[in-house]
């Protein structure tokens, strides 16, 4: 019987179906489709396919829950790629019957626990604020502050990039004052967060002089760094997101000597 058992769990099975017949079948069974988005360069896609994915206790568990699949993103998953907006890899996503995204990750981290990641995907398909929900209500909610910080928040424990989330909430907070320094706590914690042309940077240009006079001498230095670092990150995120808009506000900036100002060096 022992070794029945260990013949029969092989991990995750993931299936060969189309895309669509993957939503059929999910409505049909009313399940979740787990879509695991990799490369074939990707090195962390490699350590969950050889570890996490092939632990018993993970294909009892999905395979009762789930519908999965397994999509190179550069050959056979292009169109779901890009319909998911997927840029790193691996991407873990749990999407519904509809195709609407319910719960996803981004990295190796989240195979450290595939049965806590997949429980939270089935928590978030039957709450009021799934990650699908969330976004079709964001742009009706720009005044919202309380929705505006759970949205952002969301995007975060999801590994999606925040930035968008953090702008729009900073535009109505009101916790705190631009020129004190829980402000100034919040941006240094978000600073991996903060691109150009947003109100995170809006309020670091108008305060800068004054966090210094508040900061530590270990928050002095990621001040000193934070603006060369912004520059830096938005230049990334324009290239990796196609953003239009940003990638102007780059070039403008690097047109006014931004780059010289904060001695950055490219």
Request: with cysteine.
């Amino acid at each position: 019987m022992f070794t029945v058992n260990l013949l029969f769990f092989q991990g995750i099975d993931f299936k060969s179906l189309k895309f669509d017949e993957a939503l059929a079948q999910a409505k049909a069974e009313d399940k979740l489709i787990f879509i695991d988005f990799y490369t074939e360069w990707c090195g962390p896609c490699k350590k969950l396919a050889k570890g996490p994915f092939k632990e018993p206790k993970n294909d009892e568990f999905y395979n009762k829950n789930f519908i999965y699949l397994k999509l190179d993103a550069e050959k056979e998953g292009i169109a779901e790629a890009r319909r998911y907006k997927i840029t790193s890899y691996p991407t873990l996503v749990f999407v519904n019957g509809d195709g609407d995204v319910v719960h996803k990750g981004v990295g190796v981290t989240n195979g450290y626990d595939m049965i806590g990641f997949g429980t939270a995907a089935l928590n978030a398909s039957s709450s009021k604020y799934s990650w699908a929900k969330l976004q079709e209500m964001f742009t009706e909610k720009q005044n919202g502050e309380a929705f505006l910080k759970m949205y952002y928040q969301k995007m975060e424990e999801l590994g999606t990039d925040p930035p968008e989330g953090i702008n729009a909430w900073l535009k109505v907070q009101t916790e705190f004052e631009e020129f004190d320094i829980q402000m100034m706590n919040f941006l240094l914690n978000k600073q991996f967060s903060v691109c150009l042309g947003t109100k995170s940077e809006e309020i670091l240009n108008n305060n800068y002089e004054h966090y210094l006079t508040l900061a530590t001498d270990r928050q002095k230095k990621s001040l000193s760094r934070f603006k060369s670092a912004t520059f830096s990150r938005s230049v990334g995120h324009a290239r990796k997101s196609q953003d239009a808009e940003l990638m102007k506000v780059v070039i403008e900036r690097y047109k006014t000597g931004y780059i010289a100002q904060n001695r950055m060096i490219i």
